[in-house]
C-alpha cells in the first residue's frame, strides 16, 4: 500500500523544490487630453479651446514626458504602454519622446492635423521590453458634420511580444476613443477577433476613454469586445472626467484572460491636484490613470491552439 503513494510523494516533493514562480509586471497609464488643450480660441470654437494657449499643449506635453520617465508616481517606474488620446501636437507625436515606439491612429483632419473635426488615439511603448508583431489595426467609430466617412473617436491596436527576457509574454493592447453610444464597436470588436485568430493571442489590455459611467463596469465593457472572455482584471474606478469639474468614471485599463489575475488592479492618479484645476488646464482634460498588472511568467505565454 505504501508503494502506491510513492510516486505522488514524489511530485509532491518535486513540485516544492522548484524555485518561485517569476513575476511579470506591466505598468499602464490611460490619459485623454482633449482637444481643447491644442486648439487656440477662435470666433467658431466655441469655447472648445485654451484661453491661454499655448499654455496646456506645453504644460500636458511636459507632463506626459514625465510620466513616461515615471514621475508622479510612488515607485518611479516607468510605464510599458500609455494610451493618450487626441494628442493634437504633431512636432511631439514625432519628436517628443524618441526612446519610445509608437503607433497611432488619426481620424478626420481635413482641415489640418489637430484641426476639429480631428481625432487620435496614440499607443505609446516601451521598445526596451516589447516589440511589435504583425501590423496594427484600428479605425475611427463615429462620423460626424456629414461625412462621408467615419472622422472622428479613434483607436488603435497592436500585438506584442516581450522581448527583455523577463518572459515571454504575448499581449494585444488596444487603446481609444470611444463614442457616448455603441457607434464602431461591432468594427472593433470583430478587428480585435481577427488580430487575435492571427496572432493566437488571447491576452488583451484595454486602455481607453470609454464615456461610460460609473455604473458601467469594466467586466461589462470588455465582454462586449471580447465576448468569450473568462478571466478580467481592471483599475480601480475614479473621477477622471473632466475639468472643470471631475465627476465621470470614463478613463478604463482592463486586462482579459491573464490566468490568476482578476478583481482590481493596483491603480494611482499620477496628480491629484488637478481636481483643483491648474490655470494651464484647458475644458475637458481629464486625469491621468495609472495601474500595474502583475501575473506569474510562467502563465504569459498561454495561447490559442
Known amino acids: 500500500m505504501m508503494r502506491s503513494h510513492l510516486p505522488i510523494a514524489i511530485a509532491v516533493a518535486l513540485f516544492n523544490a522548484l524555485p518561485p514562480a517569476k513575476a511579470d509586471h506591466i505598468e499602464l497609464l490611460q490619459w485623454n487630453m482633449h482637444g481643447e488643450c491644442f486648439t487656440k480660441c477662435h470666433p467658431g ?127 494585444i493592447v488596444v487603446a481609444a476613443h470611444y463614442t457616448h453610444a455603441v457607434w464602431g464597436l461591432p468594427r472593433m470588436r470583430t478587428q480585435i477577433a481577427d488580430m487575435q485568430n492571427h496572432s493566437g493571442v488571447k491576452q488583451l489590455i484595454l486602455l481607453a476613454d470609454t464615456n461610460r459611467e460609473c455604473s458601467t463596469s469594466s467586466e461589462s465593457l470588455i465582454h462586449s469586445l471580447y465576448p468569450s472572455v473568462k478571466t478580467v482584471a481592471s483599475a480601480h474606478l475614479h473621477h477622471t472626467c473632466c475639468v472643470p469639474y471631475f465627476g465621470h468614471c470614463y478613463d478604463r485599463i482592463i486586462a482579459a484572460e491573464f490566468p490568476g489575475v482578476h478583481g482590481l488592479l493596483p491603480t494611482t492618479l499620477p496628480f491629484l491636484h488637478l481636481k483643483r484645476r491648474p490655470q494651464w488646464a484647458a475644458p475637458n482634460m481629464h486625469l491621468p490613470i495609472r495601474a500595474r498588472l502583475s501575473f506569474e511568467a510562467a502563465f504569459a505565454s498561454a495561447r490559442y491552439v
Open 45 to 171: 470654437a466655441n469655447g472648445h479651446c485654451d484661453r491661454h494657449y499655448p499654455a496646456c499643449k506645453h504644460n500636458a506635453t511636459e507632463i506626459l514626458w514625465e510620466l513616461m520617465q515615471g514621475s508622479h508616481t510612488p515607485d518611479r517606474v516607468k510605464p510599458d504602454f500609455a494610451s493618450i488620446q487626441q494628442l493634437g501636437d504633431k512636432e511631439f507625436i514625432n519628436s517628443g519622446l524618441t526612446h519610445w515606439g509608437k503607433v497611432y491612429h488619426t481620424c478626420g483632419g481635413a482641415k489640418g492635423f489637430g484641426k476639429y473635426p480631428f481625432d487620435i488615439a496614440v499607443l505609446y511603448y516601451d521598445k526596451s521590453k516589447w516589440e511589435p508583431t504583425l501590423h496594427q489595426d484600428g479605425g475611427c467609430m463615429e462620423r460626424i458634420w456629414h461625412a462621408s466617412v467615419n472622422n472622428y473617436r479613434a483607436y488603435v491596436m497592436q500585438s506584442f511580444r516581450r522581448i527583455d527576457h523577463v518572459s515571454d509574454a504575448h499581449i
